[in-house]
């Protein structure tokens, strides 16, 4: 009976001992295998008035410049300007020696008046041939004279008649020689075309100077409108869709810091600027030019600039924050209820879809979205989430590659500072 005691007892102790083994080794997997929440944080769907903005980098110039080369050539025998000088309209500007354009002038003069003493010779001896020719004509009907006579005399009022045209083309091609002569003497002067300042003196007195002809002459100087001053940006093709004729700019120079500066987007160039062409690196841009307000002549041509050009606005958009767009391929959306939508975007990544991780019930759940417009921290929402629903808004390794359709989430804590 003792016996029987015993090995009951062990019987009963072996199936306790294999019972809190199978409990612990279950519970040890239920604790193992159990679902770790995923810590991300989250903002609400909000609306708000979005502005889209193209930057871009470049140089302050003025928005008149004109480079002052001579028409003739020659030594420079007055520069009374210096670099930086203002001048007023018609102020000497330089002055090349012009001994040798006077002397093709008084040259040209000259020949000029031979050629008119040789037309009034001409003249002379057309009114005589003229004569002879009407006196042959009349003693020829009344046949005094031979024919050979009456034909001689016809052929020498001719001949004059020509040559006294002749001498009066002349004259005329010896005084517009005369007249481009004087000239070109004149244009040994230059004056300023505009009222401007100096921005760039390229010779000094006693040098000589090549003037423009069939090829470019040689720069003497540049004058410039300081009143009115532009930024030239390049525009990435991507971006120079969104940017039109009549768009505000705020500009930041290097040289003035945080200052803004403001202005008006004025004209966009139609042929583009390639850089690095047929290769990896290879960019295309637009030139963009922008007229500046409020410079006060504080702006000197060649500061780096850079512009935030306003290309797009939106009032009262649904935005959330643009690191909250992600794609996930072959994700499936939330089922839909009562209180939510579900839309299957229109943009769509080659490998899935777009969409953000919408947060109910500490769980995230994959909606495709519709996107728009951009500013600087927010996207614009068309269709997908409504506003006050909560979207994962990071860590990105959250929202590029942790997430899953369904995970469970938790929010991290904020640290007080």
Known sequence: ?????????????????????LAGGML???????????????????FKE???IVTATGKIEPELVVAMSPDVSGEIIELPVRDGQNVQQGDLLFKIQPDLYINQVEQSLAQLNSTKSQSTEAGARKLKAEDDFRKASLLYKEKLISESDYLTSKTNAKAALAS????VFAIAQNKSLLEQNQDRMKKTIVRAPISGSIIALNSKPGERVVGTGQFPGTEVLRLANLDSMQVRVEVNENDIVNVNVGNPVSITVDAFGDRIFRGIVHEISNSAIVKAAGTQEEVTNFSVKIHIFNHERLLKPGMSATADIESIRVKNALVIPIQS???????EPEKSDKNTVTIVSKNKASSGKQGVFVVKSDRAWFR??????TDNTHIIVTEGVKKGEEVVSGSYTAI??????????????????
């Open 1 to 21: 009976m003792s016996k029987q005691k015993s090995l009951l007892k062990q019987k009963t102790l072996l199936i306790s001992l294999a019972v809190i083994l």
């Open 325 to 331: 767009v992600t794609v996930r391929g072959g994700a």
């Open 400 to 417: 590029t590659s942790q997430l899953k359709d369904g995970c469970k989430v938790k929010q991290q804590q904020t640290i007080a500072p």
């Open 164 to 167: 006294f045209q002749a001498s």
């Open 28 to 46: 040890f997997t239920w604790f193992r295998f159990q679902e770790k929440p995923i810590e991300i944080t989250t903002e609400k769907a909000f």
């Open 50 to 52: 979005v502005v889209h």
């Open 368 to 373: 495709p979205v519709t996107t728009g417009t």
